[in-house]
């Protein structure tokens, strides 16, 4: 059992810059493929980036890239989002993902993730 943990949230004006953390505790030694979702109010769940393990690779979806950067400290098996320029269509409950089992190559979905944060609400006002 993994336990995932996600803080920072808060509110913001547009055009401001909000970060993001996350911490994963599992097995010793262990770290984990990490991914940050949001979810609007009336939307489904959306993927947002996702890192490896060792944080060589980090991936974005196209509504955030170039604004949002995600990356890590696997010594505080931590993940953060650090976000840029935000607009109101960011607003969102933002939840952090941890991937264990799941298809390495499903890192955009849902189903890339086996444990999820409770998320913290990011509100950007216009």
């Known amino acids: 059992q993994v336990h995932v943990g996600e803080w920072g949230g808060g509110l913001v004006q547009a055009g401001g810059s909000l970060r993001l953390s996350c911490a994963a505790s599992?097995?010793?030694?262990?770290?984990?493929?990490m991914g940050w979702f949001r979810q609007a109010p009336g939307k489904e769940r959306e993927f947002v980036a996702h890192i490896t393990w060792s944080g060589s690779s980090r991936y974005y979806a196209d509504s955030v890239k170039g604004r949002f950067t995600i990356s890590r400290e696997n010594a505080k098996n931590t993940v953060y989002l650090q976000m840029s320029s935000l607009s109101p269509e960011d607003t969102a409950v933002y939840y952090c993902?941890?991937?264990?089992?799941?298809?390495?190559?499903?890192?955009?979905?849902?189903?890339?993730?086996?444990?999820w944060g409770q998320g913290t609400q990011v509100t950007v006002s216009s």
């Open positions: 993902a941890v991937a264990e089992y799941a298809p390495s190559t499903a890192w955009g979905s849902t189903r890339g993730y086996d444990y």
């Open positions: 599992g097995r010793p030694g262990v770290t984990y493929a």
